[in-house]
């Protein structure tokens, strides 16, 4: 209840939109029930044959006499020296001061309505039948409009709501840890955003649209229903509250089997991601197969979750209409007695003040399907509530994940880097793995430092360290002397350039990829960083529209030596104190590798560079190396003396050597 409750949050704004179609549908609801009610004179003009003005004086006549009736007979039983030693002749003094009291109220009634009717009714029976059915139509067409102008403001909240929401949860992802989208997946997070969101607007349609109107239609019906003869109807519905506590066990069940569904698509989802991503490598090793298998084992795991909540959907409608008919017997029995008999009681239970009529019987059972319309409806409508419901818990679950990234509430001014970048004795573990153990190192400003080591020792966790990707779980990391975890992350990343191995280029033009960087700088500003990083000749002469190219989901219509130059130029623009380059030269070819190293011999120069690399060609652009080896740092030094002392550094420079052999 309270994630859909929190469900609702994002369409307050548009509260008079859903006060606007709540208007509408409680006019549609009137309507329908006014409709309905067109019964009763379309009965007594149509069967009887004659006017509303003679069917109302027949009724003022009969009112009469029936006060004549009981007056007597009230009047006869007071004088009768019996009535206070013989109940039954107080039980019949009380039935008849109640019949004569309804006798009385009936002839006012009848009386107040005989001049409306005289005044602006016709006063032929077929003119009053065709007036009859005007009304019906123009009845009609009015709930079809308003039913119109409800259905489109309905659109209106559900599809804002649904998009505050997704902007709100995607503001939530884009500040969660790294290491979630690690644990989750692509997959499963999309799933969120398509699937369940898709879910929770289908939701908002029915809660805004159908669950709302159809309910008013239902109370319209009920009320005119209860007007006739309440009894009749609290008699009618006596299995109401057992098909709602049925409904309800229901509800709980649908809600976890869509909850599991859902749980079912995001896996599918996190294959499908995975085995296209990696299309080069599922042909490459003619796996085509076994992924179809593991998709195929997916999709079935999907299906029979899906199965199961359609079988319960099964049983909504079904139970609903048993509820329904069973209703609608009860009605039809009693009534008929009712009427058959001239009766006003039932196995000694009073069910009217005056017998009913057969029309008043027949808009009685008119009422009551129309009650079974919407009812059935939403029945219908009950299993999208149930998964929008089990949506929402998936959604609020990720936006309520905590952020343990974040930046202070009152974080310490950082200036431009100047001095130096110190860990202090950290330590870092993913779960029970530990990756870096009490590390210490410092880096002076202006330095290029290379980070080697065997793969697993730790060199992309510890340059992920200092833009606060993660924070170390002991020890610190202290830029100028100040901990980073005291100052603001937007400020800290403003000073740091990123080049990783694989490019992570956006399906936009080149111009826009490398303006990523500082999206106010100007073109030409653009043009200087793209020809500092020996980008801007392919750009002008190999590409097609030059800077205004596309280049495709992740860059892929450009080479891996392109990718990496306009990679490079980003990092250039937005002019970094701090630049990390990781394994930026490892997938290019020789050529692409010449002109990254000439572009970042000059501009290394003012700036703190760490490198992750294996290539040798890379570490001439080091003036010093770090190694380190199952998270420990092993030694630090140039290429020389680390070849004369580190025997791990020795072996990494071996393997690179066999290599390139």
């Known amino acids: 209840m309270k994630n859909f409750l929190r469900m609702l949050q994002p369409a307050l704004p548009y509260r008079y939109s859903v006060a606007a179609a709540a208007g509408c549908a409680l006019l549609v609801g009137l309507l329908w029930g006014a409709n309905i009610a067109t019964v009763k004179p379309f009965v007594e003009v149509a069967f009887g044959g004659r006017s509303l003005q003679a069917w109302v004086d027949e009724q003022i006549?009969?009112?009469?006499?029936?006060?004549?009736?009981?007056?007597?007979?009230?009047?006869?039983?007071?004088?009768?020296?019996?009535?206070?030693?013989?109940?039954?002749?107080?039980?019949?003094?009380?039935?008849?001061?109640?019949?004569?009291?309804?006798?009385?109220?009936?002839?006012?009634?009848?009386?107040?309505?005989r001049p409306w009717i005289y005044e602006y009714l016709p006063h032929d029976a077929f003119l009053t039948l065709?007036?009859?059915?005007?009304?019906?139509?123009?009845?009609?067409?009015?709930?079809?409009?308003?039913?119109?102008?409800?259905?489109?403001?309905?659109?209106?909240?559900?599809?804002?709501?649904?998009?505050d929401l997704r902007q709100r949860l995607f503001r939530k992802v884009l500040q969660l840890d790294l290491g979630l989208f690690s644990n989750e997946g692509c997959g499963e997070l999309m799933s969120r955003f398509t699937f369940d969101m898709e879910a929770i607007t289908r939701g908002y349609h029915v809660l805004f649209g159908k669950a709302i109107r159809e309910p008013l239609k239902m109370t319209a019906c009920l009320v005119g229903a209860a007007l006739i003869c309440w009894r009749l109807l609290v008699l009618s519905l006596l299995l109401a509250p057992v098909a709602v506590l049925l409904l309800g066990r229901l509800g709980k069940l649908l809600r976890r089997a869509n909850r599991r569904a859902m749980e079912r698509m995001s896996a599918l989802y996190g294959l499908l991601e995975e085995a296209l991503q990696s299309i080069k490598i599922v042909k490459a090793f003619t796996m085509e197969e076994h992924e179809q298998r593991r998709f195929e084992q997916s999709n079935q795991d999907y299906y029979h979750r899906a199965l199961k909540i359609a079988r319960y959907e099964a049983l909504t409608r079904p139970l609903m209409e048993t509820a329904g008919i069973g209703t609608i017997v009860v009605a039809l029995l009693a009534g008929a007695y009712l009427v058959l008999n001239q009766e006003t009681h039932l196995l000694g239970i009073p069910i009217t003040d005056r017998p009913l009529e057969l029309s008043s019987l027949l808009l009685f059972y008119g009422l009551l399907t129309g009650v079974s319309?919407?009812?059935?409806?939403?029945?219908?409508?009950?299993?999208?509530?149930?998964?929008?419901?089990?949506?929402?818990?998936?959604?609020?679950?990720?936006?309520?994940?905590?952020?343990?990234?974040?930046?202070?509430?009152?974080?310490?001014?950082?200036?431009?880097?100047?001095?130096?970048?110190?860990?202090?004795?950290?330590?870092?573990?993913?779960?029970?793995?530990?990756?870096?153990?009490?590390?210490?190192?410092?880096i002076p400003f202006g330095q290029t430092v290379a980070i080697v080591g065997p793969n697993g020792a730790g060199k992309s966790t510890l340059v992920n360290l200092v833009p606060r990707f993660y924070d170390p779980d002991r020890g610190r990391v202290l830029l100028d002397g100040v901990d980073l975890r005291e100052v603001s992350l937007r400020e800290l990343r403003a000073q740091i350039g990123l080049v990783t191995q694989e490019p992570l280029l956006l399906d936009d033009t080149v111009l826009n990829n490398i303006r990523y960087g500082r999206l106010e700088a100007t073109r030409e500003e653009v043009i200087q960083a793209a020809q500092k990083a020996h980008a801007h000749q392919f750009i002008t002469t190999v590409l097609e529209h030059g800077y205004e190219t596309r280049v495709g989901p992740r860059g892929r219509r450009l080479s891996g030596g392109q990718q990496q130059r306009i990679a490079l130029a980003r990092a250039i623009l937005r002019d970094p104190a701090i630049l990390i380059l990781d394994e930026a030269t490892s997938q290019v070819d020789l050529e692409s590798e010449r002109?990254?190293?000439?572009?970042?011999?000059?501009?290394?120069?003012?700036?703190?560079?760490?490198?992750?690399?294996?290539?040798?060609?890379?570490?001439?652009?080091?003036?010093?190396?770090?190694?380190?080896?199952?998270g420990r740092l092993v030694a630090t030094g140039t290429h020389e003396e680390l070849l004369g002392r580190c025997a791990v550094y020795r072996r990494l420079y071996d393997a690179q050597l066999r290599r390139s052999a």
């Open 61 to 113: 006549e009969q009112a009469r006499r029936g006060v004549k009736q009981f007056q007597a007979q009230v009047e006869r039983l007071e004088q009768n020296p019996q009535l206070g030693k013989k109940p039954a002749l107080q039980n019949r003094l009380s039935l008849a001061r109640s019949r004569l009291q309804a006798e009385r109220d009936a002839l006012a009634w009848y009386q107040q309505l």
């Open 130 to 163: 065709v007036l009859i059915c005007v009304a019906l139509l123009v009845g009609t067409l009015l709930k079809g409009v308003f039913l119109a102008v409800q259905e489109v403001l309905v659109a209106r909240v559900a599809l804002r709501a649904a998009i």
């Open 373 to 442: 319309d919407p009812a059935r409806k939403l029945s219908d409508l009950f299993s999208r509530i149930q998964r929008a419901v089990a949506a929402s818990e998936r959604v609020f679950a990720l936006m309520d994940h905590p952020v343990s990234i974040r930046s202070p509430q009152k974080p310490r001014p950082l200036p431009r880097h100047r001095r130096s970048l110190r860990f202090e004795q950290v330590e870092f573990s993913y779960g029970q793995r530990i990756v870096l153990e009490r590390l210490s190192l410092e």
């Open 595 to 630: 002109l990254i190293h000439q572009a970042l011999e000059q501009f290394v120069r003012g700036r703190t560079t760490l490198m992750i690399t294996h290539r040798m060609s890379t570490l001439q652009l080091a003036d010093w190396i770090v190694v380190l080896d199952h």
